[in-house]
């Protein structure tokens, strides 16, 4: 069975401050696919990045980092110096097993306070 | 356009009433998702296609839902007889290529729902 967990529901920050979102998974599929969504009140999901089963190399993208170990199913997703405009619902999904379909997590809604 | 556009964004519905909502994936896109999203939770998979064929519905939670892709872009998802459980987000998303479990899937705003 294909399972995304997002144990923090809500977290609360001042702005400046570090914050890592935390999602593990479940899959028993040796090529799977990992995704992190932005949604903001607008009600969009915003793509931020796509991990597959092969690459555990931890990547940066501006403010932006993720880590991502199979050793322990997560995708761990760190926002640094975090800033007002990141106030969002983020979503982890998993993408596995020749299915077409994204199983997401239940979303980790982030208020970053000024 | 550039996204994926939906319409309505938004839509109240009397319960029994039929509600269609539309689709327009981002132009060449062959596959087309739907999704819907319960308040406070992520988004469940309603069902795909890829092209004008609809290869898996196994998410409509009932044969009240119906959807389409007649000429393999534009997609429209029917409620029939709405209920006040069918009260959500409906999420409409495409990706480029056919079949491949790591493309990226674009997602539109949304069309909300209410039933009353």
Known sequence: AQKVTQAQTE???????????????????????????????????????????????????????????????????????????????????????????LIFGAGTRLAVHP | GAGVSQSPRYKVAKRGQDVALRCDPISGHVSLFWYQQALGQGPEFLTYFQNEAQLDKSGLPSDRFFAERPEGSVSTLKIQRTQQEDSAVYLCASSLKQGAVGNTIYFGEGSWLTVV
């Open chain 1, 11 to 101: 977290i609360s920050v001042v702005e400046k401050e570090d914050v890592t979102l935390d999602c593990v998974y479940e899959t028993r599929d040796t090529t799977y696919y990992l995704f992190w969504y932005k949604q903001p009140p607008s009600g969009e999901l915003v793509f931020l990045i796509r991990r597959n089963s092969f690459d555990e190399q931890n990547e940066i993208s501006g403010r932006y980092s993720w880590n991502f170990q199979k050793s322990t199913s997560s995708f761990n997703f760190t926002i640094t110096a975090s800033q007002v405009v990141d106030s969002a619902v983020y979503f982890c999904a998993l993408r596995a097993g020749g299915y077409n379909k």
